[in-house]
C-alpha cells in the first residue's frame, strides 16, 4: 500500500484531515508546515499554489481542499465505509459540500462583520446567515447523522467546521449543533486527532 502523506500546520484546517485519516484506519506520514506557510516556499507551492493546508499526497495523487480530502480518503480506502453506495450519496454529496459552499461562505461573511443586504440576498450563493443556520438546524434536528443514517466523511467534515465556528463564537450553539457535535467528538478515531493535534502544539512550543 502506497503511503498517505498529510501536509499541515498547527491549530489549522489540517486537523479535518487528520481526523479523517484517523477514520480511514491507514497508515498515513505527516510533514508538519509553520503556520502561515510563506508563497516563497517553493517545494510547497508546487503541491498547493494557494499555499494552504491541509495537502495529501497518495502516489502521484495531489488533493488539496478539505472537502476534496474527505471525499478522496473515503473512495480511496472503501473498506473504512466512509461513503455510502452511490445510489445513497444524494444527500452525502449535498450536506459536504453545503458545508464547504454555504455554511462556509455565511459563517465567514458573518466573521467579518458583512451581512447580506435583503435585496440582495436572491443573488448571493447562500442567501444570507439565517437561513443557512436555519436550514442546517432543521436537517440536523431530524437525523443523527447527515447522510446515509450513519456515520460517513460528510460528518468529519460538516462536525470539523460546525465545531471549529462554535468554538470561536462565530455560529450560534443552538442545541441541534451541540448535540451533533457531541455525537462526533465520542468517536475515537476524533479523539486520537485531537490528542494528536494537542502533542503537535506542544512540541513546537517548547
Same mark, same amino acid.
Given at each position: ?5 498529510? %501536509?499541515?500546520?498547527? $491549530? ?21 508546515l ?14 498547493? @499554489? ?7 499526497v ?7 481542499? /478539505?472537502?476534496?480530502i ?22 452525502y ?6 458545508? /464547504?459552499?454555504?455554511?462556509?461562505? /455565511?459563517?465567514? #461573511?458573518?466573521?467579518?462583520g458583512?451581512?447580506? @443586504? ?7 450563493? %447562500? ?17 443523527? %447523522?447527515?447522510? /446515509?443514517?450513519r456515520?460517513?466523511?460528510a ?23 451541540? #448535540? %451533533? ?7 475515537? $478515531?476524533?479523539?486520537? $486527532? ?9 512540541q513546537?512550543? #517548547?
Amino acid at each position: 500500500m502506497t503511503t498517505v502523506r498529510l %501536509y499541515t500546520s498547527p $491549530a489549522s484546517r489540517g486537523e479535518i484531515a487528520r481526523w479523517m485519516l484517523e477514520e480511514s484506519g491507514i497508515p498515513y506520514d505527516i510533514s508538519v508546515l509553520p503556520a502561515g506557510v510563506s508563497r516563497t516556499d517553493a517545494a510547497f507551492l508546487k503541491l498547493n @499554489p494557494m499555499a494552504k493546508v491541509p495537502v495529501v499526497v497518495h502516489g502521484d495523487t495531489v488533493v488539496s481542499e /478539505a472537502a476534496a480530502i474527505c471525499l478522496y480518503l473515503a473512495d480511496a480506502f472503501p473498506a473504512a465505509g466512509l461513503a455510502p453506495a452511490v445510489a445513497e450519496r444524494g444527500d452525502y454529496y449535498r450536506w459536504l459540500t453545503f458545508a /464547504a459552499g454555504p455554511l462556509e461562505a /455565511a459563517l465567514t #461573511d458573518h466573521m467579518l462583520g458583512f451581512e447580506v @443586504p435583503d435585496q440582495l440576498i436572491k443573488s448571493v450563493g %447562500y442567501g444570507c446567515y439565517a437561513d443557512v443556520l436555519d436550514t442546517l438546524e432543521g436537517v440536523l434536528t431530524t437525523r443523527e %447523522y447527515i447522510a /446515509a443514517d450513519r456515520f460517513t466523511a460528510a460528518d468529519v467534515y460538516l462536525g470539523s467546521k460546525i465545531g471549529f465556528y462554535m468554538k470561536f463564537g462565530v455560529m450560534e450553539k443552538r442545541p441541534a449543533f451541540i #448535540d %451533533y457535535c457531541q455525537r462526533l467528538h465520542q468517536r475515537p $478515531a476524533y479523539i486520537r $486527532a485531537q490528542q494528536q493535534e494537542a502533542e503537535l502544539l506542544e512540541q513546537l512550543s #517548547d
